[in-house]
Structures are given as structure tokens and as C-alpha cells.
């Protein structure tokens, strides 16, 4: 019985024990997954805590490398800085020796010309002690003479009491008659020896005339020495790069036939590197043309517009430096009043050239030497260089009034009221009408020693000159015709007309009546090309 009783007791533990140690197993599990979870969590966590150090180094490393490419650009930017500004000292080093050189060629040459005036003030001081001792030496000869003189009259006046002693013994004459005879052999030998002396005397005045006429000419062109220069017909404009030459050329080419429209110079692009030429006969047109293609190179916006507006702001430019001009020779001469319009006219021969030489350099010159010449002399300075300087006034205008400059000159003297020796002086510094005074003959001689010294002028280029304005002068014959140009050294003369006046259909007949008549005046080689151009614009302004 107690063992019946003990067995379920037993069974009971037994279930007891085998569910506690079911329980712990699966606590175990349970515990065992947790620790594991446990684990795994750790592990995240400790790779997650990773990833950020990780990441926190990069970003570290980042900043590191973020600052030192900060201090590197910084560097550069320092080390650029500075070889900039050593640049600009260079630059400006070499700029200001460039100008000390410059200034150092001017010194020399002022020392070289201060250098010749000495040399020519010893020669003259020497020349000057020369003809002291001359006039010193021919001084104790007249004395010596004087007394020979002398001498010879104590003898003669002797060997007339002798013969008029013998005369009365021989020939019985009486007192009166004897003088008589011998007053007359006295008269005939006095006038021989007269006119000897006089003869005598005029060989050395014309000596010392030409002498003193020679010693004011060399005296005159050494005080107004000019240098002498040979003008040209090209001009040539530097550009900053190749590239701008597609843009001067413009779309089709449209920029540059404006530009030569509105210059009348014809603009040559050709291989030369970073340059274009501007050529044409006329200084003037040739030097607003070069001012406008600077400012269009300098600015880099080049369209029809754009050239227009620069073209017309040059032309204004070159018409005050034309003032300027002719204000300055009167300022160099001494002249203080002028007619202002006379001014300018004269101003205008700065662009003008004759047988290549300038005619405002050349028109200062003979003033200076005129002027040089009458003061030697005794005459009107002031006078002189006046008429010295207007005395090729005319050719200021000649290309556009008919007429020799002589001419053009004199009614442009005595339309603003000068003096009539200066218009004289004008009218007959060629020949064409008498000299009426001594001013005139110094002005045709100054122009003379201008004009004619070796290397002043040449030839060829005023004939070429020539050509090119009588070119210009038949196309603008025509009625409508509004400006020619002659370009291309005169193988093509472009033609701008008035479109209100020339229809399209009259401008082919205006062309072929300008080549006959080209044909027909003018002998010249090769072929001349006639364009005309017929352009009418409308403008309208949107308010």
C-alpha cells in the first residue's frame, strides 16, 4: 500500500523535476537567444559607433584637406598677386626707362644742335676776327698809301714849281698861261687814276655784297634749321590678336565696305600679322579713318552703327587738331592775331603735302627764314614772316576750289583783310605778277631755299596725288553725285550718290559716262574700276 502510495508521489516528482528542467531548458533558450540578441545589438551598435568615428575622421580628413587647399589657393593667389605687381613694376620699370631713353635722345640732340650753334658761333666769331685783321690790315695800307699820297703830292707840287720854272724860261710864257698848261696835264692824269679807284672800288663793293648776301642766307638757314619730312600714303593700325580681323571684316563683309563708304579710304587685311592698312592720298581722310579704327579696335563692338558714330567722332577730333594746329605755328612764329577761319585753313596744310613734302613745316620754315633775312637786313620782321607763312595758303583748299593755289591764296588773304604787301607777296612768290617789294623778294627766296634743298621734295608722289584728285574731280562732275573716293592707288574710284536724285537705273549710265571720261582725260597703266553706290536709309525712333 505505501508502495502504491510512493509510486504516484514519485511519478509526481519526477514530472515535477522533468517540468523544472523543461522550464530551465527553454529558459535557458530563451536566456541563451537574448544574450544573442544582446550580442548582436552590441555588434550594431559597435559597428554603427564605427561607421560614425569613421565617418567623423572622414569628414576631419575633409575639413584637414579643406583647409590646406584653402591655404594652398591662398598661396597661389599670394604668389600670383605678386608676380603681378612685379609684372606691373617690370612694366613699369621698363616704361620709365623707356621714357628716360626717350628723354636722353632728346638731350643728346639738343646737346648735338647747342653743340653745332657753337661751332657756328666760332666760325663766325673767327670769320668776324678774320675781317678785323682785314679791315685792320687794308686800314695801315691806306695809312702807308695815305702817306705815299702825301709824298707824292710834296714831289709833285715840286716838279710843277720846276717845270713851271723851265716853262718860263723855254717857252716864254707868262705866269697864267704856264699854270693853265700845267693844270690841264694835272687833270688828265688825276681823272685816269679816278677812274681806276673807282673801278677798284666797285670790283671789292660787289665782293663784299655777294660775300654779305651769301653770310645772311647761311645765317638764316642756320637759325631755322627744320627737319625734313617725307610723307606717305599709307597708315597702319596694330591689332591685339588675328581674330580681329574677322571682325573688322564683319558678316559678308558689310563692316568694312561702311567703313571705306564713310572714310573714303581703302582698308587692306592681309597676312600681315596683328595689323591693317589704311590707304589713301588724302592726309585728312587718312587720319580720321586711323583714329576711328583704333577706337573701334580698342572698344571690340564693330557694326555699320557703331563705325558710323566712331567715324564722325574722329572727323570732329581731326577738325580741332586742325585748329590746334594752326594755332601752334603762330605760336611758334610769334604771330597773336589772325583771323580764326584763316587759322583752320592754315591748320588743314598739316594733312598737305607737295612733291612729298608738309606744307605747314615747309610754309614755318621760309616765315622763319624770311623773317631771319628781313631782320638782317634792316626790314620788317614781323611783316616777313607773315607773308612767309600764308604764302601757300592756298594749297589748303586747292583740292576742292578751282584754281592754282597762287590764286586761291590771294583771295583767301584779302578776304580776311591782309596787308597788301602780304598778298603781294602771295600773288608773285611764282612769277605771275611783279614783286612791289623787298618782303616779296625775301618770301620767293626763302621758298626757294625750302623747296629746293636735296631730299625736300619728291616728285613722284605728287604726281600721284595728282592723279588720284583729278580721279575724284571727274566722278564729282555729275550731277546727284554726293562723294567719290579714289582708293586702291587709284585703280578703283567708288562713287556715292544722292538716291533722291540718281534712280538704280541711271546709276549704270552715271558709270560708264565716268569711265569715258576717264578714259578720255586721263593716261594712267593697268585699269581704273568705277563703282557707284546708290544707298537710301529711313530711320524711325520708337518713343
Do not use: C
Not at 103 to 129: C, G, P, V, Y
Not at 205 to 210: H, I, R, S
Not at 504 to 528: C, F, H, M, S, W
Amino acid at each position: 500500500m505505501t508502495n502504491i502510495i510512493l509510486i504516484p508521489v514519485a511519478v509526481a516528482i519526477i514530472s515535477i523535476i522533468i517540468g523544472l528542467g523543461i522550464g530551465y531548458a527553454i529558459r535557458k533558450n530563451i536566456w541563451e537567444k537574448n544574450a544573442q540578441n544582446a550580442q548582436n545589438d552590441a555588434d550594431h551598435i559597435l559597428t554603427d559607433a564605427k561607421a560614425q568615428v569613421a565617418a567623423a575622421r572622414t569628414e576631419v580628413n575633409a575639413q584637414k584637406q579643406a583647409t590646406e587647399a584653402l591655404k594652398q589657393s591662398a598661396e597661389n593667389s599670394k604668389k600670383e598677386k605678386i608676380l603681378e605687381a612685379q609684372e606691373k613694376i617690370q612694366d613699369y620699370r621698363q616704361k620709365v626707362e623707356d621714357e628716360l631713353n626717350v628723354k636722353r635722345d632728346e638731350i643728346a640732340r639738343d646737346n648735338n644742335r647747342l653743340k653745332q650753334r657753337e661751332d657756328t658761333l666760332d666760325h663766325r666769331n673767327s670769320l668776324l676776327k678774320e675781317q678785323e685783321d682785314g679791315l685792320n690790315q687794308k686800314k695801315d695800307q691806306l695809312q702807308k698809301q695815305q702817306e705815299e699820297l702825301d709824298v707824292k703830292v710834296k714831289a709833285a707840287a715840286e716838279l710843277v714849281d720846276q717845270r713851271q720854272q723851265k716853262l718860263y724860261e723855254v717857252a716864254h710864257l707868262d705866269k697864267q698861261q704856264a699854270k693853265k698848261l700845267v693844270l690841264d696835264q694835272l687833270a688828265d692824269q688825276l681823272v685816269k687814276e679816278r677812274a681806276t679807284m673807282i673801278k677798284t672800288s666797285n670790283e671789292e663793293v660787289a665782293a663784299k655784297a655777294d660775300h654779305y648776301a651769301r653770310q645772311i642766307i647761311i645765317d638764316a638757314i642756320q637759325s631755322s634749321s627744320a627737319d625734313t619730312v617725307a610723307e606717305t600714303t599709307v597708315s597702319v593700325v596694330d591689332l591685339p590678336n588675328e581674330e580681329m580681323k574677322g571682325r573688322i571684316i564683319g558678316r559678308e563683309g558689310r563692316n568694312i565696305r561702311s567703313f571705306e563708304a564713310l572714310t573714303g579710304i581703302d582698308l587692306i587685311i592681309d597676312d600681315t600679322p596683328k595689323v591693317v592698312t589704311l590707304s589713301g592720298f588724302d592726309a585728312i581722310r587718312r587720319e580720321i579713318a586711323k583714329r576711328a579704327m583704333e577706337r573701334l579696335v580698342k572698344d571690340g563692338r564693330i557694326h555699320p552703327a557703331r563705325i558710323e558714330e566712331t567715324v564722325d567722332k574722329a572727323r570732329k577730333e581731326v577738325n580741332d587738331d586742325i585748329y590746334e594746329a594752326g594755332e601752334s605755328a603762330l605760336m611758334e612764329l610769334g604771330i597773336h592775331r589772325m583771323n580764326p577761319e584763316l587759322v583752320k585753313t592754315l591748320g588743314r596744310l598739316k594733312y598737305r603735302t607737295s612733291y612729298g613734302q608738309n606744307v605747314l613745316g615747309h610754309s614755318i620754315e621760309v616765315a622763319k627764314l624770311a623773317g631771319t633775312m628781313a631782320a638782317e637786313l634792316g626790314l620788317n620782321e614781323k611783316l616777313a614772316v607773315r607773308a612767309g607763312l600764308l604764302h601757300d595758303i592756298g594749297k589748303a583748299i586747292d583740292h576742292d576750289i578751282e584754281g592754282s593755289h597762287v590764286e586761291i591764296g590771294v583771295e583767301l588773304a584779302r578776304k580776311y583783310h591782309e596787308s597788301d604787301v602780304v598778298v603781294n607777296a602771295i600773288a608773285a612768290h611764282h612769277g605771275d605778277v611783279p614783286k612791289l617789294s623787298f618782303i616779296a623778294e625775301l618770301v620767293v627766296a626763302a621758298d626757294t631755299l625750302s623747296s629746293a634743298r636735296p631730299g625736300a621734295r619728291s616728285e613722284s608722289l605728287e604726281n600721284y596725288i595728282r592723279r588720284l584728285t583729278e580721279l575724284e574731280q571727274i566722278a564729282k562732275r555729275y550731277d546727284g553725285v554726293k562723294q567719290a573716293y579714289a582708293i586702291q592707288a587709284g585703280r578703283e574710284v567708288r562713287v556715292m550718290v544722292e538716291p533722291e536724285k540718281i534712280s538704280d537705273d541711271r546709276i549704270t549710265v552715271l558709270a560708264r559716262d565716268i569711265r569715258n571720261q576717264v578714259e578720255k582725260e586721263l593716261d594712267y597703266p593697268g585699269n581704273i574700276k568705277i563703282t557707284v553706290i546708290r544707298e537710301k536709309r529711313v530711320v524711325a525712333v520708337a518713343k
